[in-house]
Nanobody, 126 residues
Framework: QVQVVESGGGLVQAGGSLRLSCAASGRTFSNYAMGWFRQAPGKEREFVAAINWSGEMKSYADSVKGRFTISRDNVKNMVYLQMNSLDAEDTAVYYC???????????????????WGQGTQVTVSS
C-alpha cells in the first residue's frame, strides 16, 4: 500500500517563503517520479512541479519558474517544494503525487500519477 503524506503548509505573507514536504512509503521510493499539484477554490487542479526518479530531471509550471524548487532525498524517501516570493495567486491546497510506474521521465499530467496525498493548505496574505 503506497502512502503519500504532505506537510508544511500554512499562512504566510506575500513575498514570504514556505517549504512543503512529502513523505512516501510502501515501495522503493527512489524508482518513481514525484510531482506537486495545487487546487485553488473554484479552479481545477493544476501542475506545479515534478521530478524524475533520480532527481536529475525537473519540470515547472510557467507560473512558478524561478520561484519554486522541487527536490528529493531518496535516502529519506522525501520530496520537497521550496516556495519563495509567494503571492496571493499561490493560495491553494497543494498535493503531492507519486507515479505508479518506475523509471519514467518527468510527468506533468495529473492523470499520470497514481497515488495522491490528502493535501496541505497554503494561504498567502496580501
Amino acid at each position: 500500500q503506497v502512502q503519500v503524506v504532505e506537510s508544511g503548509g500554512g499562512l504566510v505573507q506575500a513575498g514570504g517563503s514556505l517549504r512543503l514536504s512529502c513523505a512516501a512509503s510502501g515501495r522503493t521510493f527512489s524508482n518513481y517520479a514525484m510531482g506537486w499539484f495545487r487546487q485553488a477554490p473554484g479552479k481545477e487542479r493544476e501542475f506545479v512541479a515534478a521530478i524524475n526518479w533520480s532527481g536529475e530531471m525537473k519540470s515547472y509550471a510557467d507560473s512558478v519558474k524561478g520561484r519554486f524548487t522541487i527536490s528529493r532525498d531518496n535516502v529519506k524517501n522525501m520530496v520537497y517544494l521550496q516556495m519563495n516570493s509567494l503571492d496571493a495567486e499561490d493560495t491553494a491546497v497543494y498535493y503531492c503525487a507519486a507515479d505508479g510506474h518506475p523509471f519514467r521521465l518527468v510527468r506533468t499530467q495529473a492523470i499520470e500519477f497514481d497515488y495522491w496525498g490528502q493535501g496541505t493548505q497554503v494561504t498567502v496574505s496580501s
